[in-house]
């Protein structure tokens, strides 16, 4: 049985950081896609970032340059690094594992950016 499982989110003033990590089991972590995705109230989840097996990164434009992804393949976890946090990074923060076809999703991280 595939699991992902986030953890690190919270709250946070603007201007501060976080870092959030995925864990999965039941699944070959090192041939995935790995990805986190976010949801704010009353808007479509969307993707923030996301890194290949081999390595290869891509992001949100809203988040380059703050936010860093990244993958431990011996501990089966991705981690997503926020920097410059904004109020509008507020959101639900999901992890996602693609394997070519089939998806997975964790199920979510609440993230806040407020004074």
Known sequence: QVQLVESGGGLV?????LRLSCRASGIIFRTL???WFRQAPGKQRELVAR???GGSTDYAD???GRFTISRDNAKNTVGLQM???KPEDTAVYYCNADRGGAEY???GTQVT???
Not at 13 to 17: Q, T, V, Y
């Open 13 to 17: 003033p603007p201007g501060g950081s």
């Open 33 to 35: 896609t790995m990805s």
């Open 51 to 53: 890194i290949t097996s």
């Open 62 to 64: 809203s988040v380059k």
């Open 83 to 85: 920097k410059t946090l």
């Open 105 to 107: 999703w964790g199920q």
């Open 113 to 115: 950016v407020s004074s």
